[in-house]
């Protein structure tokens, strides 16, 4: 099983345009969260998502945020004492392969862009679905950055500069085109499937490509786009 704190790198879309707000926003519509629910942030990082989630469940309900890096868990706690919320929002220093919880323990679980950065992505899936109740709601947002293309002149160095983001940069780059057999395969119901292009102005180029691409970011930025996707599915009820 891979260790997850040693393998995961920066996201090559991270704060990409119109990702956030949109397949945030999404991702919590699909959790179907309730007032005085207890949900699950898997790959919460610096907590922006769950305290977004702690609104959706109120006074009565928690939030719970897991992630492998130590400082970032120490932002998020830092930001739920100063939103206020810290008595329903709790963030904890955990791998997503291994979720410090019971089985069948929250009513909805998301994780956004973690799968990626698994060499076995199945078992995280396995892992949030095991710590959701049965007939709760599983999110899973991850990318498929086999589709990534850039805007350029030298469309050959394009393509080369995609292909090590595919297989270099990230540990999983199809995670998200297999989301949705994944979901199928373990029997969730109510499988539901969005594919929504991303696309930045700026990435980090390779050095040798710069001075190719420098009239070109000058004249109107450097582009480059891929799809992500979002899964979600209800684990079965418990059969009578």
């Not at 179907?32 to 309900?61: E, F, I, W, Y």
């Not at 492998?68 to 100063?82: E, F, H, K, S």
């Not at 709790?90 to 997503?96: K, L, Q, V």
Request: charged share 20%.
């Amino acid at each position: 099983m891979p260790d997850l704190q040693n393998r995961r790198v920066a996201d090559p879309f991270s704060g990409a345009y119109g990702l956030a707000s949109a397949l945030r926003q999404k991702s919590f519509e699909r959790m179907h969260v309730q007032a005085g629910q207890c949900v699950l942030d898997v790959g919460c990082g610096t907590g922006a998502d769950a305290l977004a989630l702690a609104h959706r469940v109120g006074d009565g309900g928690s939030v719970h945020g897991v992630d492998y890096d130590g400082a970032m868990i120490a932002q998020a706690a830092l930001r739920a004492r100063a939103e206020n919320v810290a008595d329903r929002v709790s963030y904890h220093h955990a791998n997503a392969t291994a979720l410090p919880w019971p089985d069948n323990h929250f009513n909805a679980s998301r994780s956004d862009r973690i799968l990626q950065h698994m060499l076995d992505p199945e078992h995280g899936v396995d892992e949030q679905l095991r710590v959701t109740r049965p007939g709760g709601w599983l999110v899973v947002i991850s990318g498929d950055w086999s589709t990534l293309s850039i805007a350029s002149d030298e469309p050959d160095m394009a393509s080369r500069h995609a292909y090590f983001v595919a297989t270099l940069v990230v540990d999983n780059p199809i995670s998200g085109r297999c989301l949705r057999n994944l979901f199928v395969q373990r029997g969730l119901l109510d499988v539901e499937i969005d594919v929504q292009p991303v696309f930045r102005a700026a990435i980090n180029p390779a050095k040798c490509w710069l001075n190719s691409l420098e009239p070109a970011a000058a004249a109107a930025g450097l582009f480059a786009s891929a799809n992500v996707v979002t899964v979600s599915g209800r684990k079965p009820p418990v059969s009578a």
